[in-house]
């Protein structure tokens, strides 16, 4: 293998990290799954899920990605020879995969809400949003043709090599959605009544304190993290020995938590002020932020500038999430790259159809009482990804001595021993309690 190219700056490495990881969980899912939850206990189980699991198998998948220099798979044959663990690259393959063949038909979506944003088909008095994303996700063909528009997108981006064109471009263009939501927040909180959406978000229901709820927290958690799937993994690999993984991971996490509770910040008030249900599912944001731009001047305009923004957002990850899938996929066979992500990425494009269909044609096919696009999330957030994290931080806990891994962290002592004691026991026992439980409750 040649010798690899290497971030020049953290702050470069930073942003992609936090680009990858920065997308449709916080905003789209954070909220909705919130909002099915009853709100602040999941909230909080959320955050604390990210601090204490999340974080702690962050530095990890940093530590390992480092360590290896190289994809995955070949990273753990390299660094534990004859051992099993690389087989947590194929999870995160698969996990990936299945991961995009749904987060494709939510980039849909997206694509949908732009056009009509042209269109200027989503603003006028008296429009019933949930209506409006009903008529959308019950359309087949609009919801395949969507779906199969973004994900040919994601695709030409891989392909062209623009990506670096695109992360460069989401260097403002993320500050500039973070000023979007600062703006809709102001908006929504002066609504009449946005006070029950603060309550909702923040005064604790502890009927809703479950194990699972706690699942979802946690699956939650490391999705919107890009944990479990070895993602992390890849970009460290690209990191100078230099850099400091703590910080870097502590900067990733508290920009995930900060734009997912600016999210629920924007969208909850306006549920409660203009009388919607927080319980509409993952048509939620497409739901309510219509509603919010409608009770602003130049509402119309302002709505294609976020809609576009957003698609940004959700390209940075989904072309990560393409990525992980082509880099496990080749392993050292980088001549085949070309071919291979349009394979995968057509393999995943047919995976997601069902998906695209479930809440239509196909909504009466449930598997384990959920529809299939639920199914699939269920199968990746609250199974796949959790077990790919617990050997992530079995790996790094125990297979790497002490020597090595303290010499990684580059931290003091306390954060050292923390990071070691969670990765070691509180995470890979929590994980599997709540896996357990989940899967035989
Ligand atoms: N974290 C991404 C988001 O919130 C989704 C995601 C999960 C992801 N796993 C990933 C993105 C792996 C890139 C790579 O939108």
């Not at 753990?76 to 996990?95: D, H, N």
């Not at 260097?171 to 946005?194: C, E, H, N, Q």
Request: glycine share 8%; aromatic share 14%; charged share 10%.
């Amino acid at each position: 293998m040649s010798s690899r190219d290497h971030f020049t700056s953290r702050i470069g490495f930073i942003l992609a990290a936090a680009g990858s990881a920065i997308g449709l969980g916080a905003i789209w899912k954070f909220p909705y799954m919130a909002g099915t939850n009853g709100g602040s206990v999941f909230i909080l189980l959320f955050i604390l899920c990210t601090i204490f699991i999340g974080l702690p198998i962050l530095i990890s998948e940093f530590m390992i990605g480092r360590r290896g220099q190289r994809d995955p798979i070949n990273s753990f044959k390299e660094q534990a020879p004859g051992k099993p663990w690389y087989t947590v690259g194929w999870i995160g393959l698969i996990a990936a995969g299945l991961i995009l063949s749904f987060y494709s038909v939510v980039g849909g979506w997206i694509l949908s809400y732009l056009f009509r944003a042209l269109t200027f088909s989503l603003t006028g008095k008296g429009l019933n949003f949930a209506l409006l994303f009903n008529d959308l996700i019950t359309n087949p063909w609009e919801a395949i043709f969507a779906q199969g528009t973004f994900m040919l997108l994601t695709l030409l981006i891989v392909q062209a090599g623009i990506k670096g064109g695109i992360e460069v471009a989401s260097k403002w263009m993320m500050p500039l959605l973070f000023i979007f939501f600062i703006l809709l927040f102001i908006r929504s909180i002066t609504l009449d009544g946005a006070v029950e959406g603060i309550k909702f978000m923040f005064i604790p229901d502890w009927s809703y304190f479950n194990v699972d709820t706690l699942v979802l927290a946690l699956g939650q958690a490391f999705f919107s993290l890009s944990l479990g799937v070895c993602a992390m993994i890849t970009y460290a690999s690209y990191l100078a020995k230099s850099e400091k993984i703590v910080n870097s991971a502590v900067n990733v996490a508290a920009m995930n938590i900060i734009i997912s509770l600016l999210a629920g910040l924007v969208i909850f008030p306006a549920v409660f002020a203009l009388d919607y249900s927080p319980e509409q599912g993952p048509g939620l944001v497409f739901i309510m932020i219509p509603a919010v731009f409608e009770q602003l001047p130049m509402g119309s305009i302002l709505l294609i500038v976020f809609f576009i923004l957003l698609l940004f957002a959700t390209v940075t990850s989904s072309i990560a999430l393409l990525e992980v899938v082509v880099a496990i996929g080749i392993g050292n066979k980088t001549q085949t790259r070309k071919k291979a992500t349009w394979i995968f990425a057509i393999i995943i494009f047919v995976i997601g159809i069902p998906s695209a269909l479930s809440f239509g044609l196909l909504s009466d096919l449930k598997i384990l009482d959920k529809s299939i696009f639920d199914f699939v999330d269920y199968l990746t957030s609250g199974i796949l990804l959790p077990i790919g994290a617990l050997m992530i931080s079995l790996f790094a806990g125990f297979h790497y001595s002490k020597k090595i891994s303290r010499e990684e962290m580059q931290s003091s002592p306390f954060i050292y021993w923390t990071w070691l004691i969670i990765v070691r026991f509180i995470a890979p026992i929590a994980i599997l309690v709540i896996l357990l439980n989940s899967v035989l409750g």
